[in-house]
């Protein structure tokens, strides 16, 4: 196990009925800005709830952060919580409305252009942030990393600021999800825990049962979803799937990639694609093209994962790649870039963008341009 050390300090609130809470975990003295997405939360009763719950507040909302959060449209959020001097932020909505609300919350801290702040990476000073979630996947609930996109030049850039203070997670709140998106956040979700697991073999026995619990809970919970989405505990398992698979618990001292994730953001940036469909096609080209270096943990997700236990080394690789791949496919995803009409045109532009960045990603920093087109070719 590597040295770490560890400090989350999101109070997460669970269950049916609990976005009335909001009343008592917003201080009465603050005016807060409500941030939400495209109005979905108008169709499902959420923003009832919220307006129900914070009647006594002042209040200012700001509508239309769109999935992939645009600097375009944060600057006018920022813009106008300075106007209304508010001093908290509440994002109702899924990963894209609070990670464009945590880019908010420093930028209304800060004199310049907040795209700055994503180019750095990273910003200390921020307004306190509070979160109802409605779609289990990014983790963004319980972590301070968000990823923003400019459209102006199709880029997309994970930063890191601060955590929510507190995030209500109401299971009934996701039985509105379109089964595209549902299918999205589980393979999200998966991937987010591969990305901390599939790397070195012998780091940690804890970290890789929590790890190996939230990959076999999804296996389960997967199909039963599809079949019925309005299912309370089903869901209840998969919000804390999704936020137990990126809040830092199964990261403890042990290696982690990242390299899917950097290479799926160039994927929508540059065509749209939804995160969590882009993590499916890739991973199964990751897990190929690095086979030698994650040989042993791939053999290991194979037999504790999917039942792979047969055959030599190679073909225990191979059994174990296609399994995964099944599941995404199980979802309703495609697993290929020419299914989506995707060609090489988009795999060299990757390439070079990797390239000029001069980016080494994953555990051992194998990922860079040149990786990037193999893995993408063999998805292609
Ligand atoms: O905008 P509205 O109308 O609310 O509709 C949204 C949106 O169209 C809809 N939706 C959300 N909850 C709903 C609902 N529709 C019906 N009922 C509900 N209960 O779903 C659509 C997609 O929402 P979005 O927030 O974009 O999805 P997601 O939560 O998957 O977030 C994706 C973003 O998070 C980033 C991704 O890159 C992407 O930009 N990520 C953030 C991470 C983090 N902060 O740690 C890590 C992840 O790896 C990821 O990169
Ligand atoms: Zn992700």
């Known amino acids: 196990m590597n040295n770490f050390s560890f ?32 109005g979905s939360v108008k169709k499902n009763g959420v923003y009832d ?46 990963g894209s409305v609070i990670d464009g609300t945590k880019l908010i919350s420093a930028g209304l801290l800060y004199e310049g252009d907040a795209w700055d702040l994503v180019k750095k990476g990273q910003a200390h000073d921020t307004v306190p942030l509070g979160t109802v979630l409605t779609l289990p996947a990014t983790g963004s609930e319980m972590n301070n990393g968000a990823v923003i996109s400019c459209h102006e030049t199709k880029e997309k850039y994970a930063f890191y600021a601060n955590y929510p203070v507190f995030s209500i997670l109401d299971p009934e709140v996701t039985f509105s999800l379109p089964a595209h998106q549902v299918a999205c956040g589980i393979s999200d979700t998966f991937v987010h825990v591969l990305e901390q697991y599939l790397t070195k073999t012998g780091e940690s026995r804890i970290m890789d049962r929590w790890a190996e619990g939230i990959l076999q809970t999804l296996v389960e919970i997967a199909p039963k979803i599809r079949e019925n989405q309005h299912d309370y505990q089903l869901m209840a398992d998969f919000m804390m799937a999704a936020t137990m698979g990126l809040n830092g618990f199964i990261a403890m001292g042990v290696s982690q990639d990242w390299s899917t994730h950097m290479i799926g953001h160039e994927l929508t940036a540059l065509c749209g694609l939804t995160h969590g469909h882009t993590l499916a096609i890739v991973m199964p080209g ?41 599941f995404f496919r199980s979802l309703g995803l495609t697993t290929s870039l020419s299914e989506e009409g995707i060609g090489m045109d988009v795999i060299d532009e990757i390439e070079k963008r990797f390239n000029e960045r001069g980016v080494h990603f994953g555990e051992d920093g194998l990922v860079d341009g040149a990786t990037a087109k193999a893995i993408l070719t063999r998805v292609l």
């Open 49 to 94: 709830q919220v307006k129900q719950a914070l009647s006594q507040h002042q209040i200012v909302e700001f509508w239309g952060i769109e999935p992939n959060p645009a600097i375009e449209t944060l600057r006018k959020a920022i813009e106008l919580g300075k106007q209304e001097k508010v001093d908290f932020l509440l994002a109702v909505g899924g």
């Open 286 to 326: 990751t897990m190929d093209v690095l086979r030698k270096e994650k040989g042993a943990k791939i053999m290991q997700l194979g037999e504790r994962i999917f039942g792979v236990v047969a055959g030599t080394h190679d073909m225990r690789i191979d059994e174990t790649i296609r399994k995964t791949e099944e």
């Open 7 to 38: 400090q989350n300090p999101t109070k997460l609130i669970m269950g049916k009925g609990m976005i009335a809470q909001l009343s008592q975990e917003i201080p009465a003295d603050k005016k807060v800005m409500i941030t939400f997405g495209g």
